[in-house]
DNA sequence: CCAGTATCCTGCAGGC
DNA sequence: TGCCTGCAGGATACTG
């Protein structure tokens, strides 16, 4: 579900949200998601807790504990973040509950189970393999210069590799199809066979469209929310993804839908080469 | 090391 | 109405 936008647009309502709060008490119950939830290890980390801080990296969101360690939060494809009343309904796949001191909980929603709560130690934040192997930022003002010659040195797709998060952090299957539409580039072009011209010009984009996207409070498809319940209105922005059919925005021609490594792909053959 | 595919899981839309 | 198939904002383990 959540890319970068989206994430970000979670990490500053927990930020506000969570700000003087501590944990008056956690629940839950074990269950196997992309990495196991513990539930137990959870709860003697953070119970009486004070949060102190909630980053992000990426698409992982790391909200820390007074010197106790970090929560790293990842919310796979359909995972959310509620900060509600103990009165709200309770969602089916609630998998872990924290009450506020406030009297509010945050909650943590996740049907397919592709996200994940993980208990990071104080330290083991830099050795944790899905954090350390994470590309550059896409709004570090330095991508610019770093992406293209890592685009340019592989033989994929370049929408594959704005895909792969050891090269940059952050962007997916959304704002990949804008960014390669604002760039007038093929998604199916290979890196090497695009110019550091051309890929400049996709890593210009491709902050562009993430800024934006933040500035909007993310994209709402289906299920997206923020922890206040809120959608994401940069969906009245999207150009091409979801459009597949319709007209360019650019050219009227028809956009075309492609399939690049079992992710569907919307672009213009006409504007992008 | 690199590139491409299969896989985890539930919910929902569309076809018959 | 109901069953079946395929698809969905992601990351990783595998294969060749």
Not at 191 to 201: E, P, V
Not at 205 to 226: K, L, M, N, S
Not at 249 to 269: E, F, M, Q, S, Y
């Amino acid at each position: 579900m959540p890319e970068l936008p989206e994430v970000e647009t979670v990490r500053r309502a927990l930020e506000i949200g969570l700000d003087g709060l501590s944990v008056a008490g956690v629940d839950g119950h074990p269950v196997m998601m992309r990495r196991p939830l513990d539930v137990g290890l959870i709860a003697s980390r953070i119970d009486g807790r004070r949060f102190t801080a909630a980053r992000r990296r990426g698409k992982y969101l790391l909200v820390d504990f007074d010197g106790a360690g970090t929560l790293m939060i990842h919310l796979g494809m359909s995972g959310r973040l509620m900060l509600c009343e103990t009165t709200e309904p309770i969602l089916h796949h609630t998998h872990l509950t924290l009450s506020l001191s406030d009297g509010r909980e945050l909650r943590f929603v996740d049907p397919r189970r592709f996200g994940f709560a993980h208990w990071l130690e104080p330290g083991e934040e830099d050795l944790d393999p899905s954090l350390a192997g994470l590309g550059v930022e896409p709004l570090d003002p330095d991508m610019e210069v770093l992406l293209p010659p890592l685009l340019h040195a592989r033989r994929s797709p370049v929408k594959s590799l704005i895909l792969d998060q050891h090269l940059i952090a952050g962007v997916g299957n959304i704002y990949a199809a804008e960014a390669l539409w604002r760039a007038g580039i093929r998604p199916t072009r290979p890196g090497c066979r695009t110019s550091l011209t051309r890929l400049r010009r996709l890593a210009v984009t491709t902050r562009e469209v993430i800024e934006e996207a933040v500035a909007q409070g993310g994209t709402t498809i289906r299920d997206y929310a923020t922890p206040a319940g809120d959608f994401g209105y940069f969906a009245v922005r999207l150009q091409v993804y979801g459009k597949e059919g319709q007209p360019c925005p650019r050219c009227g021609r028809v956009l075309k839908d492609t399939r690049i490594a079992g992710r569907i792909t919307v672009w213009c053959p006409h504007c992008q080469r």
